[in-house]
T-cell receptor
Framework: GNSVTQMEGPVTLSEEAFLTINCTYTATGYPSLFWYVQYPGEGLQLLLKATKADDKGSNKGFEATYRKETTSFHLEKGSVQVSDSAVYFCARPPPGGSYIPTFGRGTSLIVHP | DVKVTQSSRYLVKRTGEKVFLECVQD?????MFWYRQDPGLGLRLIYF???????EKGDIPEGYSVSREKKERFSLILESASTNQTSMYLC???????????????FGEGSRLTVL
């Protein structure tokens, strides 16, 4: 199959705490992997991506490493800010023969001052 | 930068009305998508289009239709709006078809529709 599984939220943290949002995928080939962020009232925007195993994507202090052995692409940030409060989606390209990427359900992050 | 523009950020319609949601992208992308987003349900694909006049049903096409007469424009139509179609609607486009980067989508800001 072709699926992406994210940890359920909401994740509630205090400012400057360490963040991990788990994402695992089913391994049909070695696809690119993506994290999207959706700030309140807005559409999704690409946060970071990794195109092959052992790649690390990074942006805005967020990082995710594509780990083939565990089929995971966990999102991390060392010190979250209130402005990071958003919904985060993990995604992978479609399986062979399809145009439709697969998204996780999304994980809501709430950061308190 | 790629820009995906949705015509209305907020709409309020009455049950039974015909509703048009318009989406325009400016980067010559082949693929365009309409999703709806509801709390706890993530993104659900309504329809997508991989070329002009080409469309395919997604996971929840019932009650919706689409139109893609020009490459840059993808319209979502609710023929007779119902209260259970109250939702956030997101349009997206992508350059890549079946390639490795086909998960790289560009989204509009969303259209929040309320049906009374």
């Amino acid at each position: 199959g072709n699926s992406v599984t994210q940890m359920e939220g909401p994740v509630t943290l205090s400012e400057e705490a360490f963040l991990t949002i788990n994402c695992t995928y089913t391994a049909t080939g070695y696809p690119s992997l993506f994290w999207y962020v959706q700030y309140p009232g807005e559409g999704l925007q690409l946060l970071l991506k990794a195109t092959k195993a052992d790649d690390k994507g990074s942006n805005k202090g967020f990082e995710a490493t594509y780990r083939k052995e565990t089929t995971s692409f966990h999102l991390e940030k060392g010190s979250v800010q209130v402005s990071d409060s958003a919904v985060y989606f993990c995604a992978r390209p479609p399986p062979g023969g399809s145009y439709i990427p697969t998204f996780g359900r999304g994980t809501s992050l709430i950061v308190h001052p | 930068d790629v820009k995906v523009t949705q015509s209305s950020r907020y709409l309020v319609k009455r049950t039974g009305e015909k509703v048009f949601l318009e989406c325009v992208q400016d980067m010559d992308h082949e693929n365009m998508f309409w999703y709806r987003q509801d709390p706890g349900l993530g993104l659900r694909l309504i329809y997508f289009s991989y070329d002009v006049k080409m469309k395919e049903k997604g996971d929840i096409p019932e009650g919706y239709s689409v139109s893609r007469e020009k490459k840059e424009r993808f319209s979502l139509i609710l023929e007779s709006a119902s209260t259970n179609q109250t939702s956030m609607y997101l349009c997206a486009s992508s350059l890549y078809g079946r390639a490795e980067r086909a998960g790289e989508l560009f989204f509009g800001e969303g259209s929040r529709l309320t049906v009374l």
